[in-house]
């Protein structure tokens, strides 16, 4: 978020610091533009499906319907507006009105407001633009705010603000199938990490600072660093257990099993060119602002030109995923760091590292699901092991399925034995099997099969497995067993 401090800086005008990052009044225009952020980053300009972007920020930011046509018109980006739908402001209840009430800070939630508003706008020129505004700066505040963008439909979320970590407000904050952004924030390296990127549900974003060379092209980037109030923040979150998919990744920098922030990374200086009306800190107009709070946005937009975070997919692990299986379509940002300790948690390195966490983004690879990773329904991959083609009933009336995934992702499977029209029986509750894995299946007979395996002692069954991915995406794979009584009694 915005520090409200002031300085002279660079022949500049003034600057306050917006997460560590900085806005300015730019000298001739100096911050990155939208189509400099595509050519960088490999990016095309629109999303293949309708995606929402909800900004979050507290307090009201009264002209940002103007400033973003401000910014619209300037970059040849076409209109979002009130008028035409694609632009809305509510408040943290998801009503039009009332709004809360004006900025008291002198102007750092109108600069968020602003930054987050124009940045997603502009990394993602057909998607819609969703402001919610807290009534104030407090955590359940904001945490309500979140959730309330969650409910009106937001496929990505931009959180830019930074509060000490703690364990509380999860579940406004975890939500499979929309990928809700944070800025791990602008202040360096230290002991402890910031809220809420420090939540295993969100993508934590750290910031870089980025070359272009000739033509606009991507030439590098270093880990952000301009001083110890201005550099993009990581670390070891306090009451966060590291999940699942970066259990490997937090381990290897020093955080032990808790969670290590960052998770990706993108742009934070130079700073993006954005418009207000209303004043930041005594300066209007077109300024610069940069840092950790631009990056969040511009992950989200990149999200969005994915096509989004397919349901019930976490989107911070789909990143380490993709990292895993396809590290080559992210940028490893190798050089530099955001404090003076010599591990990785604080320094580049190639692969994983705290500052920049997996990369920057290059192209859309890493930040949607590949088709080889969906689930295929003519050709499943998920199958029954048996190789007499013959498995016995318990003592205890029940039936064991080895079931094998050979998908290189987690699926989640439930079954059903069919003896002619009988019920045989069915799977209680679904098992989830990782990818390249085998589990088990404890199958109890129906009242129907325990009678069909008395009286004939073996029956010839049709199994029924309902597959289904992460994504969403189902499939049906159907198999023939016979079923026979090992002891002779099944217990009723």
């Known amino acids: 978020m915005i520090d409200a401090r002031r300085a002279a800086r660079g022949g500049l005008l003034a600057t306050a610091v917006l997460g560590g990052g900085s806005v300015a009044a730019p000298a001739a225009h100096a911050g990155l533009t939208p189509s400099q952020i595509h050519a960088a980053y490999g990016l095309p300009r629109t999303s293949p499906v309708a995606q929402t972007i909800a900004v979050v920020v507290a307090y009201d930011a009264p002209t940002a319907a103007e400033d973003l046509g401000a910014f619209t018109a300037r970059f040849g980006i076409p209109a979002c507006s009130t008028v035409d739908g694609c632009f809305r402001t509510v408040n943290q209840r998801g009503e039009p009105a009332p709004l809360p009430g004006p900025d008291p800070t002198g102007g750092k939630w109108v600069a968020e407001a602003a930054l987050g508003v124009q940045t997603a706008r502009g990394v993602c020129q057909n998607c ?54 944070a800025a791990a924030g602008d202040n360096g390296y230290f002991d402890g990490a910031n809220y809420p990127a420090s939540l295993p549900g969100v993508v934590a974003v750290g910031g870089t600072r980025l070359t272009l060379g000739a033509g606009g092209h991507y030439r590098g980037e270093t880990v952000w660093n301009d001083g110890p109030r201005e550099s993009t923040a990581s670390g070891c979150t306090i009451f966060s257990r590291a999940p699942r998919w970066q259990v490997a990744e937090a381990a290897s920098v020093g955080c032990g099993k808790h969670r290590s922030v960052a998770d ?23 300024i610069e602002a940069g840092g950790t709070s631009f990056a969040s946005p511009l992950v989200a937009g990149v999200f969005a030109l994915a096509g989004g975070v397919p349901a019930g997919t976490s ?26 300790c ?147 009694t099944v217990a009723p």
């Open 264 to 286: 990706v990374a993108a742009v934070a200086a130079p700073g993006a060119e954005i418009y207000t009306s209303t004043p930041v800190f005594g300066l209007d107009g077109w």
């Open 342 to 488: 010599q591990k990785p948690l604080c320094r580049a390195r190639r692969g994983y590292d705290g500052p920049t966490g997996i990369g920057t983004p290059k192209g859309l690879g890493a930040f949607r699901v590949a088709p080889a990773d969906r689930l295929d329904a003519r050709r499943p991959r998920v199958a029954v092991g048996s190789k007499s083609g013959t498995v016995r009933v318990s003592s205890r009336g029940a039936v064991r399925l080895s079931l094998r995934n050979e998908n290189r992702f987690a699926v989640t499977v439930s079954a059903r034995l069919r003896a002619g029209s009988v019920t045989f029986a069915r799977s209680r509750t679904s098992v989830s099997i990782p990818a390249r894995s085998g589990r088990s299946a404890l199958l109890r007979l129906s009242s129907a099969g325990r009678a069909l395996i008395r009286r004939r002692g073996r029956a010839t069954v049709t199994v029924t497995l309902a597959v289904r991915d992460g994504g969403g995406h189902r499939a049906t794979v159907v198999h023939r067993l016979v079923v026979r009584d090992s002891i002779g």
């Open 315 to 340: 989107a911070p692990a789909l990143l380490y995923a993709n990292f895993r299986a396809r590290a080559g379509e992210l940028h490893d940002v190798t050089r530099g760091s955001n404090g003076p």
């Open 128 to 181: 819609r633009i969703l402001l919610v505004e807290a009534d104030a700066d407090g955590r359940a505040e904001l945490a309500a705010a979140v959730a309330t963008a969650v409910r009106l439909g937001a496929t990505e979320v931009a959180t830019a603000y930074l509060q000490s970590d703690e364990d509380s407000g999860r579940g406004a904050y975890d939500h499979p199938g929309v990928a809700i952004t």
